[in-house]
């Protein structure tokens, strides 16, 4: 049976007080032991960025990777050993800017995993630069009169990118974000979970009280169906400054990369008897 206790290890996070980061690391920690999911069989895989941190607070397996590049091992990871349940979790200056390109092709590939997104629309580990999801005019130490771009939907990339499980949640909603977490895990394919974290630090205009104001379940909703596509794209571009949708936007199934890859057709590498398999030849056909 799987504990809250076996899940902490003896550092204690060194986030900023109130930063959202907390309720994201709870949340992740209550969806395991609920899921009764014992720390040796979860691999968590973190880029750089002040939620990346989180590989040292949660007693798994981790895999601290560099600057955007966390999905790349998170395959390695999945592929080797599919039993494991593999959670990436980083910034959206991690995933959404330097690591736009891994995060398109390991939707389109559905690996089974599942992806949090910590995202403060900020830099906050680099002390307050716009990110790729800060709105349009808003001011930060890198743009003094504005953001002139206009944010990274990540909802709507994930929804053309096919990724099979679409979610977003708040980490003021604790309850919610945890059934998120759970219900990606769960989920066979690629999970898609961006959260939005207030950073309390450098971010002054999305705040606690910001998104109280606005966010809106969206299984509140009786006539919104998750299974339909160009509703969900509706909602993904629906950017209403007033009302901000947290839940489930989209879920299909289909089949998971290791499940079409015949690489893995007897089962985990990790299980493979490799006692038989002479290299020599390859290597020989190096020199
Ligand atoms: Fe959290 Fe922002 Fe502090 Fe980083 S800088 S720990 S994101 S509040």
Not at 19 to 47: D, M, R, S, W, Y
Not at 179 to 198: M, S, W
Not at 253 to 260: D, F, I, K
Request: charged share 20%.
């Amino acid at each position: 049976m799987a504990k809250l206790n076996d899940l902490q290890t003896r550092c204690k996070p060194n986030w900023c007080p109130g930063c959202g980061n907390f309720a994201i690391q709870t949340a992740l920690k209550n969806a395991l032991v609920n899921l009764n999911l014992e720390p040796h069989k979860v691999c968590l895989v973190t880029g750089i960025g002040c939620g990346s941190k989180m590989t040292f607070w949660i007693n798994t397996y981790g895999f601290n990777s560099i600057h955007g590049r966390l999905l790349p091992p998170a395959t390695a990871i999945k592929l080797s050993n599919p039993e494991l349940t593999v959670i990436g979790v980083g910034g959206d200056g991690d995933g959404y800017g330097i690591g736009m390109g891994h995060f398109i092709h390991a939707m389109r590939r559905n690996l089974d995993i599942l992806y949090i997104v910590q995202n403060n629309q900020i830099y906050g580990l680099t002390k307050g630069q716009a990110s790729p999801t800060s709105d349009k005019g808003s001011k930060s130490k890198s743009t003094p009169f504005g953001v002139i771009e206009i944010p990274v939907n990540p909802l709507a990339l994930a929804l053309s990118a096919n990724a099979t499980y679409i979610s977003r949640g708040f980490a003021g909603e604790l309850d919610h974000l945890t059934k998120l977490i759970e219900d990606g895990i769960k989920h066979k394919g690629f999970a898609l979970l961006d959260v939005f974290q207030p950073c309390v630090t450098f971010n002054k205009v999305n705040t606690y009280e910001y998104f109280n104001e606005r966010v809106k379940k969206l299984e509140d909703d009786s006539n919104y169906d998750p299974t339909n596509k160009s509703l969900a794209f509706e909602k993904c571009l629906d950017i209403n400054e007033n009302e901000i949708p947290i839940g489930l936007f989209y879920k299909e199934q289909r089949p998971t990369y290791s499940e079409e890859e015949v690489g893995l057709k007897d089962g985990p590498i990790v299980n493979h008897d490799i006692s038989n398999i002479n290299i020599q030849p390859l290597m020989d056909s190096f020199t």
